[in-house]
T-cell receptor, first 120, second 115 residues
Framework: GAVVSQHPSRVICKSGTSVKIECRSLDFQATTMFWYRQFPKQSLMLMAT?????????EQGVEKDKFLINHASLTLSTLTVTSAHPEDSSFYIC????????????????FGPGTRLTVT | AQSVAQPEDQVNVAEGNPLTVKCTYSVSGNPYLFWYVQYPNRGLQFLLK??????LVKGSYGFEAEFNKSQTSFHLKKPSALVSDSALYFC?????????????FGGGTRLMVKP
């Protein structure tokens, strides 16, 4: 299989604090991970693409200093929401794509279960 | 640029009836096409994909989709709907020539299957 986990599943934090969300590929190596944001009843919006060992590529309009992404290993990427504000409250979903070392590139992205962030 | 359109916000169907969830796409080159399903407060689950070959793709849970190049469509279908199929469905496309390997998602279609 290709399982992606996210931790925590839910987090409530106070305005001004920072929150870290972890995304792990449990049974495969992910050279590329993606972070999405989903507002209620809306589609997923790509925030950034993260390649292992290099800086993340952010989509237009996404503040790189606010949403810090680290992809330090082939199985772990983290998203840190710094100085969170209520408008950052959302559902954050990561996905991972297998690298060539894990077999053929299938073009599929395997999604984590998501993290519900609520900033009070 | 690539884009995906899901023209219906919601599709209602009775259990046991066939269902169709529509998707049209736009890419500059040849597409890779995907369908995902999302249950409440959960991430996306992969249903099926079209990469190349047979235009009719069969996926998980009895779903299938047909790639129609002339109509730039990739509609999701199932012969007999189940109440448990009720969820949010997303179509996604990636241009084969997109070096960034990004997926672009449609707006989603909520499927409601009534007993």
């Amino acid at each position: 299989g290709a399982v992606v986990s996210q931790h925590p599943s839910r987090v409530i934090c106070k305005s001004g604090t920072s929150v870290k969300i972890e995304c792990r590929s449990l049974d495969f190596q992910a050279t590329t991970m993606f972070w999405y944001r989903q507002f209620p009843k809306q589609s997923l919006m790509l925030m950034a693409t993260s390649n292992e060992g290099s800086k993340a590529t952010y989509e237009q309009g996404v503040e790189k200093d606010k949403f810090l992404i680290n992809h330090a290993s082939l199985t772990l990427s983290t998203l840190t929401v710094t100085s969170a504000h209520p408008e950052d409250s959302s559902f954050y979903i990561c996905s991972a794509r297998k690298g060539r070392t894990s077999g053929a590139v299938t073009y599929e992205q395997y999604f984590g279960p998501g993290t519900r962030l609520t900033v009070t | 640029a690539q884009s995906v359109a899901q023209p219906e916000d919601q599709v209602n169907v009775a259990e046991g009836n066939p269902l169709t969830v529509k998707c049209t796409y736009s890419v500059s080159g040849n597409p890779y096409l995907f369908w995902y399903v999302q249950y409440p407060n959960r991430g996306l689950q992969f249903l099926l994909k079209y990469i190349t070959g047979d235009n009719l793709v069969k996926g998980s849970y009895g779903f299938e989709a047909e790639f129609n190049k002339s109509q730039t469509s990739f509609h999701l279908k199932k012969p007999s709907a189940l109440v448990s199929d009720s969820a949010l469905y997303f179509c996604a496309v990636r241009d084969r020539n997109n070096a960034g390997n990004m997926l672009t998602f449609g707006g989603g279609t909520r499927l409601m299957v009534k007993p």
